[in-house]
């Protein structure tokens, strides 16, 4: 018992002088198993698909699966762990294609035209693919709800056993996605692979550096963020924003979208220091990189930002006393 609370109140002391939750103080206090202790580094795959935009072409999805599959043989051939894909990996539905008043015209979405049952096919045959390569998967699919509800815009993510590990649901859909798309998710979803902590965000989520920020709060190492794209030009204001994010939080950011966009911003990892530890190629094909991911639990960035935003600087701010004398001048 003695032990016990002089354990304790190490882990409070370090809470305090670093700015971290208890939680987090804890984890980095406590003896790793020792099959945990070389485990401070994930290898990754960020990978480019083709677009695909019409979930009623049987083809194209089979096309879409078979890609994938492709890039996954790839990823564990270049010693990668966990293989990240796009929003929309196999299909991303088109406003118009899918307009119930036309292609013409954007209105509610007609998803009685979508082939959810080959998306199923093709889903179980890329979790069959993770079990027997030993490689987790993330990747954007839709997740069919019970009519009329409409589905979510999701990321899958399917363990190295082919076992669904979460899934997270598009949270901050566009105007168009909201009002005649998807239902929004309602939650963070954070997951572990070899001891790092990893959180998901997709479509335009990069705009809203608060995610960012409470993935930051929730002590993860990186955010998985996939997003779609059909041309080069919309693609730079998203890819820096996932650079400033990961600079800002002293994480790692994925950032995986669809091959046509690379001529303006490939897909890549980007660094905590703001910088691309590895991009993807600019031909407008599919493709993947690879880098490590790793954790530096010593690198006072990140507590001393947590620090900070708790009232630290209002703490320390000076009374104004008139009676200094001292004077502002222009």
Not at 8 to 26: D, H, I, N, P, Q
């Amino acid at each position: 018992m003695t032990d016990n609370r002089r354990f304790k109140r190490l882990v409070r002391a370090r809470a305090a002088k670093t700015g971290e939750s208890y939680t987090t103080a804890l984890r980095h206090l406590r003896a790793p198993e020792p099959d945990e202790q070389q485990k401070t580094a994930l290898r990754i795959a960020v990978c480019q698909t083709g677009y695909r935009d019409d979930p009623s072409d049987e083809q194209a999805l089979r096309t879409g699966g078979e890609e994938i599959r492709a890039l996954m043989r790839r990823a564990k051939a270049e010693g990668a762990r966990l293989a990240h894909f796009p929003e929309g990996a196999l299909v991303a539905p088109n406003k118009r294609v899918m307009s119930s008043l036309g292609r013409r015209e954007i209105g509610p979405s007609d998803w009685s035209r979508c082939r959810f049952d080959v998306i199923a096919v093709e889903l179980r045959a890329i979790a069959a693919l993770c079990a027997e390569l030993g490689l987790f998967t993330v990747l954007g699919a839709l997740h069919r709800l019970t009519p009329p509800h409409r589905p979510h815009n999701s990321l899958y993510a399917i363990s190295d056993k082919g076992r669904l590990v979460t899934r997270y649901d598009e949270r901050m859909l566009s105007h168009t996605k909201l009002s005649f798309m998807y239902s929004p998710g309602g939650a963070p979803q954070v997951f572990t692979v070899d001891g790092l902590r990893l959180g998901l965000a997709m479509g335009m989520e990069t705009h809203y550096p608060e995610l960012f920020m409470a993935y930051e709060a929730q002590a993860v190492d990186a955010v998985l963020f996939s997003t779609t794209g059909e041309i080069p030009d919309t693609a730079p204001p998203f890819a820096a924003k996932a650079l400033g994010h990961a600079a800002s939080n002293s994480f790692w950011v994925s950032y995986s979208a669809h091959a046509p966009q690379s001529p303006g911003a490939p897909a890549g990892l980007a660094g905590p220091d703001g910088r691309w530890a590895a991009l993807c190629g600019k031909t407008g094909e599919s493709d993947l990189a690879v880098a490590d991911i790793t954790r530096d639990p010593d690198h006072p960035a990140r507590p001393w930002r947590r620090k900070a935003r708790a009232d630290l600087y209002a703490a320390a701010h000076p009374a104004d006393d008139p009676r200094s004398g001292v004077r502002t001048r222009f």
